[in-house]
């Protein structure tokens, strides 16, 4: 099984910056992907970024150039640092882990955090 476990939100102004922390435990290395969404209130749960097991990452337009998703393998940490925030920034983040384990069958799926909320003000 794998755990994660998102930390850092708060309230920031608009133009400023925000560092989220996802922290994975369990099965480490049946991981695939953490990903980071958000879901702002009234709004569906979006995909925002993702890093791959290899170290890809792929982010979506609203968040290109200002968000940076990046990882320390030693701490099992993913990190999303949001730069140049915007009021329509303002959700609830999550990340989760994509995951695959295979022992004496496979089993895939998503864990999530609990979310963290960032309120950006303008």
């Known amino acids: 099984q794998v755990q994660v476990a998102e930390s850092g939100g708060g309230l920031v102004q608009a133009g400023g910056s925000l560092r989220l922390s996802c922290v994975a435990s369990g099965s480490i290395s049946s991981i695939n992907a953490i990903e980071w969404y958000r879901q702002a209130p009234g709004q569906q749960r979006d995909l925002i970024a993702t890093?791959?097991?290899?170290?890809?990452?792929n982010y979506v337009d609203s968040v290109k150039g200002r968000f940076t998703i990046s990882r320390n393998n030693d701490k099992n940490t993913v990190y999303l640092q949001m730069n140049s925030l915007k009021p329509e920034d303002t959700a609830v983040y999550y990340c989760?882990?994509?995951?695959?384990?295979?022992?004496?069958?496979?089993?895939?799926?998503?864990?999530w955090g609990q979310g963290t909320l960032v309120t950006v003000s303008s």
């Open positions: 989760a882990a994509d995951y695959t384990e295979y022992t004496d069958t496979i089993v895939a799926g998503r864990a």
């Open positions: 890093v791959s097991k290899q170290g890809t990452t």
